[in-house]
């Protein structure tokens, strides 16, 4: 755009009040774009707040469903399970239990909370005696049967009525079995998010107390992407659309706007970013010792996400994000 040399340039102008500033505004959060995950245990009338993550709990089936029905009065509209077992075996069959936790919290709140999206994590980490996302064969996680009993956990959430299965392990073609035995099962409507890139992280560390599934040995870069790598994320994604993903996903987020800006930009598919426990837990902790202002920092780490390119943003904040969304459109 062309300007006469001899008018000054004043960016404050459309700083000048919060109204101005609204209608200038280039990314939008809303609540919508938030889904919140939950913890389900085998317990009964469980609430169990997990130490490193505060406002975070382990959760019965029946407080799972209290919890799932809360979102949803907050205007969040998808929940994200994952299971927390009484029991584990080298294998993790319990993934695919039909009255596991997951499954059983999926039909309770499919019955109670109408309307509410139910996604579930597929992985044997939570399930396995070991910790890692898969079967141990030769100290390493052999892929090709780790990818089968991946595929009965989801045929086992589809039956019980989630809306989207979401592969969180890295094995090599999960997806296009998964997708394959949805189809082939008659479950054509639900939906895959994928883990496409998800890195071996630092940032899992409370994730990991709260699921019990920090492994007894070793660690998962042998199938967890490298931290240095972004044209590999791309290939991740590539792979896991040409097996039918319905969305993809970056984990984690907040170190990783690039990758998620990268993505998006590549692919133009829906879109979503994990905003992980330690994430999340660094500014819980931050916050209790007085050093940042929690909700402006909430709302500025989730807004950077999606400004990065998300469509959509899983975040333990969903509901307390939600409901400063809710208090800002009523100004």
């Given at each position: 755009m062309t300007r006469g040399l001899d008018l000054p340039r004043r960016p404050r102008r459309l700083r000048r009040s919060a109204a101005i500033?609204?209608?200038?505004?280039?990314?939008?959060?809303?609540?919508?774009?938030?889904?919140?995950?939950?913890?389900?245990?085998?317990?009964?009338?469980?609430?169990?707040?997990?130490?490193?993550?505060?406002?975070?709990?382990?959760?019965?089936?029946?407080?799972?469903?209290?919890?799932?029905?809360?979102?949803?009065?907050?205007?969040?509209?998808?929940?994200?399970?994952?299971?927390?077992?009484?029991?584990?075996?080298?294998?993790?069959?319990?993934?695919?239990?039909?009255?596991?936790?997951v499954q059983s919290a999926v039909r309770a709140i499919k019955r109670d909370v109408p309307g509410l999206v139910v996604m579930t994590d597929v992985c044997l980490c939570e399930y396995t005696s070991h910790g890692h996302c898969g079967v141990i064969v030769d100290d390493d996680v052999a892929n090709d049967v780790t990818v089968e009993l991946l595929v009965r956990a989801a045929l086992s959430h589809a039956a019980a009525g989630a809306d989207v299965v979401a592969p969180?392990?890295?094995?090599?073609?999960?997806?296009?079995?998964?997708?394959?035995?949805?189809?082939?099962?008659?479950?054509?409507?639900?939906?895959?998010?994928?883990?496409?890139?998800?890195?071996?992280?630092?940032?899992?560390?409370?994730?990991?107390?709260?699921?019990?599934?920090?492994?007894?040995?070793?660690?998962?870069?042998?199938?967890?992407?490298?931290?240095?790598?972004?044209?590999?994320?791309?290939?991740?994604?590539?792979?896991?659309?040409?097996?039918?993903?319905?969305?993809?996903?970056?984990?984690?987020?907040?170190?990783?706007?690039?990758?998620?800006?990268?993505?998006?930009?590549?692919?133009?598919?829906?879109?979503?970013a994990y905003h992980v426990s330690g994430e999340y837990a660094m500014l819980k902790a931050a916050a209790r010792n007085g050093w940042i202002d929690e909700p402006r920092a909430m709302m500025e780490a989730l807004t950077s996400i999606r400004r990065a390119g998300a469509d959509m943003v899983i975040t333990y904040y969903a509901r307390e994000a939600a409901r400063a969304l809710a208090l800002q459109g009523t100004k």
């Open positions: 500033r609204g209608l200038v505004r280039e990314t939008r959060l809303s609540a919508e774009s938030l889904i919140y995950p939950l913890f389900v245990t085998t317990a009964n009338n469980l609430r169990k707040e997990v130490s490193s993550m505060p406002g975070v709990f382990n959760l019965s089936v029946d407080e799972a469903v209290k919890e799932a029905a809360a979102a949803q009065r907050d205007g969040v509209p998808a929940i994200l399970l994952f299971g927390v077992p009484d029991t584990k075996d080298a294998t993790g069959t319990g993934a695919a239990d039909p009255e596991g936790p969180s392990d890295m094995m090599d073609g999960r997806v296009g079995a998964i997708r394959s035995a949805l189809d082939k099962s008659g479950f054509t409507a639900v939906s895959i998010m994928s883990y496409a890139a998800k890195y071996s992280s630092a940032f899992y560390g409370p994730f990991r107390e709260a699921a019990g599934s920090t492994p007894s040995f070793g660690d998962r870069r042998s199938h967890q992407m490298d931290p240095a790598n972004v044209e590999e994320a791309l290939r991740e994604v590539e792979l896991d659309l040409e097996e039918g993903a319905d969305i993809v996903m970056v984990k984690p987020a907040m170190s990783y706007l690039d990758v998620i800006w990268r993505v998006k930009s590549t692919f133009g598919v829906p879109t979503a």
